[in-house]
């Protein structure tokens, strides 16, 4: 207030020179005390009277101010306050500085609409309001600004059309629009005199085709009209600019063919016309743009062959022609593009083999050639690719082995080659690309061994032929949930919904055993968010919808109790049926970690008819559970106490479900690398679906092992099932289960638990002579609930009933591998010898060695 009154005492008391000059610093100080005082103007200190009544020009001058520039008599002729966090608006007075060449406002918080009186600065050839919160539309009297050289209005609110009186700035060289609302046409006179150097007016909502002026505005050598609605066809709205050398289409609507013009555009050195409606070929004459750095016309309709006269583009750098149709093969002249450093081919139908040539573009960082169809084995000259970062070869029909030259690759961080037909093993030398991160090499035929590095541990390498993996992950992983991390921890869950079942890992526990290992190894990189394709589906919905169904775990929906927690019945929206298994947690602490984990660890490689399926798994403070699918006919222990459900399952069905486990323990022992060893094969752990397939469960237990090394571990088992050498030793060998195996076979036989045939057997296993029990008769020792069997499925009971024993030696040693036992179990049998009912145990018991 004191400040205009001293202004308005200053007007009253000066000549007419002196009050048009007094206007500018009272347009000035007004505008100041306009500003949102709110956060302080430390340019604007400066600008204040120092003598209230000086009558002199020199003391309240504003040329001194911080800022403002003047010509010789001392007229404001330049404004900057650039980045001067100004807050406030344009005021209509600027109009008054008449003098202005120069207002430089951008990079400030100017808010409000653009004064139409900023079109009575006719001396103005700067006007630079960027990074400003400015609104509404572009006065038209801004078409009046003639001497307008360098106009920037970028990154505002600006909207609606630009004015058709802009075409009357013909000196405009530096025109920049970009990233405002503005919609409706380019300005159709954009480059009418002939002098524009740069325009800029990407990310709007400019429509229609690029404005006449411009398809021949030789002077240009900037143009960036990306992220816009821009249409016609882009051979015929662009010609030749000799001095162009950075050009940006992409993200429009532009159709047509890639124009051969462009080869003539002798200074360009960024093409990107990405994202548009391009079809037709590559013209080979592009190569004549020989300052071609970055070349970009991924996402479009290219066909046809990568013309190898692309080779000749001695400087490109990046070239990106991913997801498009070309098809036939990499021309081997790729390998001339020298300074090539990133390569996307991806998504196209390219084939033939990888060309080894890629070789020679020795500075290749990322090379993806990722969906398209090449064959062949996959080049060792890869190798010799050191600065290689980024390799995906997935999705291709590649075969043949890994190269081993591939540990050269020092400096790999990422690598996908899912999804191919390679086979053999992963060289052992892998484990010295210390720099890998990230590894998928899913879907392909690959066996042995996995390298002992990290980046393999966690890697993706399902679906393969037989990998022996590393399971620590997970048991580091829970151990790092019990060092207190607080609320959720992860939220993993498998897709249910929509029918579909798909594994989908959300990262937080995975992320915090790569924490955790950093930690360890002491290594500072940044930590890798997934490793485990995840589809965009929400496993917290999946969560909620469990938590739903069961009604929070609702004791009405359990179906069993364990030692580990309940089993919970839960029918989801999509009409499936599951069973969850909620492990009882406290104080956000799973106690039955160990077990969750190793059934995790088990269920996400082992993958067999015969073992249950894992459909998905939480683990969260409060909630730790897993998921599978529903066994309508519940546990086999379950249907063998219940007389009419026993009846149900008559000797066919048995001798079914006996096949199918020892499908699934030699599965587990032979086929899975490292052996799994589940330790407790139990009736109670063996479900039946409603076709009375046989499902092992809980591998709660579970050890995995690798084939030479022994293990020694605390017990675990049921008793009754367990093998009596773990009673001395905490050794375990397969040949456990093999003991539990016949224990169940010769219980589904009998009908019930063997214990006392077992306890008369044993006890008499010391004397020289044979225990009397094995005098009893066969047909005696089978369920009597049901009818005898008879031929051939009589034939089988017996084989069951020798091979059960033969599992049930006291001596691990002479126990058959669950090999032996399916390969018994599937051989056709020599028919009975003798009637069923006249056999006994001793028979069966000790084989003459002819039969066996
Ligand atoms: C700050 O602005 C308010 C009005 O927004 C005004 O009343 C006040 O006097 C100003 N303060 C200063 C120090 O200029
Ligand atoms: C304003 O900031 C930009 C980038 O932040 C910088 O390039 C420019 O030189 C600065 N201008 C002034 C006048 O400080
Ligand atoms: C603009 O500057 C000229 C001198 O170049 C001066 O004669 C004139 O008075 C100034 N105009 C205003 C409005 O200050
Ligand atoms: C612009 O100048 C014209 C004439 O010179 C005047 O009539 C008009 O009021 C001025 N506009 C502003 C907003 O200063
Ligand atoms: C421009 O934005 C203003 C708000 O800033 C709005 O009122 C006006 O309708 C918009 N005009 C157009 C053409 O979108
Ligand atoms: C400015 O542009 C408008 C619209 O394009 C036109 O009608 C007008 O004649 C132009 N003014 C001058 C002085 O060229
Ligand atoms: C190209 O520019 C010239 C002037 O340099 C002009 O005469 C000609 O009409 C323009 N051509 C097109 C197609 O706009
Ligand atoms: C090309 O660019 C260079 C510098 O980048 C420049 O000196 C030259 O004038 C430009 N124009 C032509 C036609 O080469
Ligand atoms: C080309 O444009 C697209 C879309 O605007 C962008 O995503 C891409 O990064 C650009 N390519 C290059 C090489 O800059
Ligand atoms: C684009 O223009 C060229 C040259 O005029 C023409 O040959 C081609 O057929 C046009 N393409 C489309 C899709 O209209
Ligand atoms: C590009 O190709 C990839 C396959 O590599 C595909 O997943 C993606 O959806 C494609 N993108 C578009 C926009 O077509
Ligand atoms: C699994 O990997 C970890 C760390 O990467 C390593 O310490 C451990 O020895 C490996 N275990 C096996 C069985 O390979």
Redesign the pocket.
Known sequence: MTIIIIVLLLLRCSSSEKIQYNREVETLLKWKNSLDNSTSHPLLDSWRLYSKFSTTNNINSPCKWIGIYCNKVGSVTEINLANGSIRGSIPASIGNIKNLTGLYLYGNLLSGFLPSSLGNLTKLEFLELGINQLSGPIPIEIGKLRSLTWLSFFMNNINGSVPLEMGNLTNLEYYQLDENSLSGYLPENVCLG?KLLEFYAYDNNFIGPVP??L??C?SLIRLELQANQLTGNISEMF?IYPNLYYMDLSSNKFFGEVSEKWGKCSNLSLLNISKNEISGSLPLELWKAAQLRILDISFNHLVENIPKELGRLKFLFKLKLNNNSLSSIVPSEIGMLSELRYLDLSANNLSGSIPKDLEKCSKLADLNLRNNKFGGAIPFQIGNLRPLQNLDLSSNLLGGELPFELQNLQNLETLDISHNNISGSIPATYKEMLSLTYVDMSYNQLEGPIPKIKAFTMAALGNNKGLCGNNTSLKTCRMEEKKGSNGIVVLIVVSILGGLILLFIVVGLLFACQKREMIMDGQGETPIKTYFVSWNHDGKKVHEEIVKATENFDSKYCIGVGGYGSVYKAQLSTGQVVAVKKFHTNDGILDAGEAFASEINVLTRARHRNIIKLEGFCSHTRYSYLVYGFMEKGSLSDILSIEVKALELGWRKRGNIVKGLANAISYMHHECCPAIIHRDISSRNVLLDDEYEAHISDFGSAITVDPDSSNWTPFAGTFGYSAPELAYTMEVNEKCDVYSFGIVILELIMGKHPGDLILSLSASSSSSSPPAVLEILLKDLLDQRLSPPKNQVAEKVVSIVKVAFACLQPDPGSRPTMKDVCDKLSTSLPSLSEPLHTITLEQLFYPPTSTS
Do not use: F, I, V
Request: aromatic share 0%; hydrophobic share 0%; glycine share 14%.
């Open positions: 002939r006449k002026s398809r021949n030789t010609g």
